[in-house]
C-alpha cells in the first residue's frame, strides 16, 4: 500500500457517535512484502539454518492497526537475520489494510467480519465462508508451526499498553519473561468468538507447548504505540536468542479478568471516561449503565483493562482484572 499520508500534518476524522481521533503516523508502503516467501501472500520467513524457535510475529490482524506493521516493515528493510531458528514476520488482513483511508480510520478494521473472533475449529473448519475467514484458512499452516508467536495490536481508545496472554499458563509465562508492557492479563476472551491467543495451539496440550501473546501496544495511529510495539518484539527476539542483547531482566506484572462486561443492551455507557490500566479501589463503585441495569466492580482494587467508551449490544465494554502475586 503506498501513502501520501503527511504524518506532520494530523488528519482528524469525525466518526458518527464517536470523538475525533488524530491519524499521527503513515501507514507503511508493503508493496516489496505482499509476495512473501513462504507460498502464503504477505508471510516473509527468515531462517538462521541453526537449531531454535520459529517465532512468528503477527501484524494487520486488524486492518487499521498498522503501528505492529511500521516496525515489522522496518525489520524486514533492514535485512534482519536470526540468531537461531526461524523468524516469520507477516501483515494478516491485507484486504482490509488496503482499504485504510485517514479520513475514515475505523471502517478498515475488516472486511467482512473480525479476523480476531475466528480461531476456532468450528469456524475454521466449517462450511461459512468471508474475507477474514478465508484469510485465516491460508496463514494457519504458519499459525500451526509457531513456537512463540506475538500478535501486534493497538487500541481506539486512551489505555496503558498491555499484554493479553489468554487462558494458558505457557502465554502467562511468555508474557512475564517478555516483560513489556509490564502488565500481562489473563482473560478467556470475547462473547463473540475466538482469538489468535484463544487457538487451541497456544491454549492446549502439554506445558512445553506453543504460546501466543497479544501486545495492545498502546493508542491507534500514536507513534507511542510503534515505539511499544518495537519494544515488545525486541523483547521476545531477544528472549528466544534471535537477537543480540539480554533478555528483560525485571518480570511483569500478572492480573487476572475477574469479569468480563459485555453490553446486553445498545444503551451501554459508563459513569466517566475511564482511561484503560486505571485502578477502582472500591468494591461496590458503580462504574457504567446497561440500559437500566447498574454495572459495579465485584471487589476492591480492580484494574479496568480496555474499557470501550462506545460499546453496541453484544461486545465487549470492559475487563475487571485482580492483580495477582
Known amino acids: 500500500m503506498s501513502s501520501g499520508f503527511t504524518p506532520a500534518a494530523p488528519s482528524l476524522a469525525p466518526q458518527p457517535g464517536l470523538p475525533v481521533f488524530a491519524v499521527e503516523i503513515a501507514p507503511p508502503d508493503l508493496s516489496l512484502y505482499l509476495a512473501g516467501n513462504t507460498g502464503i501472500p504477505g508471510f516473509t520467513c527468515l531462517d538462521s539454518g541453526l537449531a531454535g524457535p520459529h517465532v512468528v510475529l503477527v501484524s494487520l490482524i486488524h486492518g487499521n492497526e498498522f503501528a505492529g506493521a511500521i516496525v515489522l516493515k522496518a525489520l524486514l528493510d533492514s535485512g534482519f537475520q536470526p540468531l537461531r531458528g526461524k523468524l516469520t514476520l507477516g501483515f494478516a488482513n491485507l484486504a482490509a489494510y488496503g482499504r485504510f483511508d ?56 486512551p489505555a496503558d499498553p498491555v499484554l493479553l ?30 482469538r489468535l491467543i484463544d487457538y487451541g495451539r497456544f491454549t492446549e496440550g502439554s506445558p512445553q507447548g506453543a504460546a501466543c501473546l497479544l501486545v495492545e501496544a498502546g493508542q491507534h495511529w500514536r507513534q507511542e504505540a510503534v515505539e511499544q510495539s518495537r ?32 453490553a ?48 453496541s449490544h453484544g461486545h465487549t465494554a470492559v475487563r475487571l482484572a485482580r492483580l495477582c502475586s
Open 102 to 157: 485517514a479520513a475514515n480510520p475505523i471502517a478498515s478494521r475488516f472486511v467482512e467480519e473480525d479476523m480476531n473472533r475466528v480461531w476456532d475449529d468450528y469456524a475454521l473448519f466449517g462450511m461459512r465462508r468471508s474475507a477474514e475467514l478465508e484469510r485465516a484458512r491460508e496463514i494457519k499452516p504458519i499459525i500451526d508451526s509457531a513456537d512463540i508467536l506475538l500478535d501486534l495490536h493497538s487500541m481506539l481508545w
Open 165 to 194: 496472554c489468554g487462558g494458558g499458563p505457557r502465554g502467562r509465562a511468555l508474557g512475564l519473561a517478555v516483560g513489556t508492557p509490564e502488565l500481562v492479563v489473563a482473560d478467556t476472551g470475547h462473547a463473540g468468538g475466538k
Open 231 to 262: 519494544a515488545t518484539i525486541c523483547a521476545v527476539l531477544r528472549m528466544a536468542g534471535m537477537m543480540p542483547g539480554a533478555a528483560p531482566t525485571s518480570p511483569g506484572r500478572f492480573a487476572e479478568v475477574v469479569k468480563l462486561i459485555t
Open 264 to 311: 446486553r443492551t445498545n444503551r451501554f455507557g459508563f459513569v466517566r471516561e475511564f482511561r484503560g490500566g486505571e485502578i477502582i479501589a472500591r468494591a461496590g463503585t458503580l462504574i457504567a449503565h446497561d440500559g437500566d441495569e447498574e454495572i459495579r466492580t465485584p471487589e476492591d482494587n480492580l484494574i479496568m483493562v480496555m474499557p470501550s467508551l462506545k460499546v
